[in-house]
């Protein structure tokens, strides 16, 4: 089992940053391909951006090219969404995410997080 803890979450006005967190158990990066999604009301839950155990590259969804970045910090465990430029599209709940495979689908990965809150003012 990994325990997945997000943290980070918050109000922001549009044209803001703010990053979010994720803490994972020791090992974590090394045997797992690591995700964040997001998921506003009345949608499906939808990729944002992995983080590949192979060779370490993020690879994002369009929408947020040029203004999320993801990162990881190995000696303490810990990945970052770092979100710059808001957009009030951005609003939803953000959950880490592992899985042996980077699969598209949320529903074939293995371990989530509780998720954290994003909203954007306008």
């Known amino acids: ?24 158990p020791g090992r ?7 995700g964040w999604f997001r998921q506003a009301p009345g949608n499906e839950r939808r990729l944002v951006a992995t983080f590949t155990r192979y060779d370490g590259n993020a690879v994002y969804t369009d929408s947020v090219k040029g203004r999320f970045t993801v ?17 009030p599209e951005d609003t939803a709940v953000y959950y880490c995410a592992a899985s042996p495979i980077p699969y598209s689908d949320p529903r074939k990965w293995s ?11 306008s």
């Open 111 to 121: 371990y989530w997080g509780q998720g954290t809150q994003v909203t954007v003012s």
């Open 1 to 24: 089992q990994v325990r997945l803890i997000e943290s980070g979450g918050g109000l922001v006005q549009a044209g803001g940053s703010l990053t979010l967190s994720c803490a994972a």
């Open 71 to 87: 990162s990881r910090n190995k000696a303490n465990n810990t990945m970052f969404l770092q979100m710059s430029n808001l957009k």
């Open 28 to 34: 974590t990066f090394s045997a797992y391909t690591m």
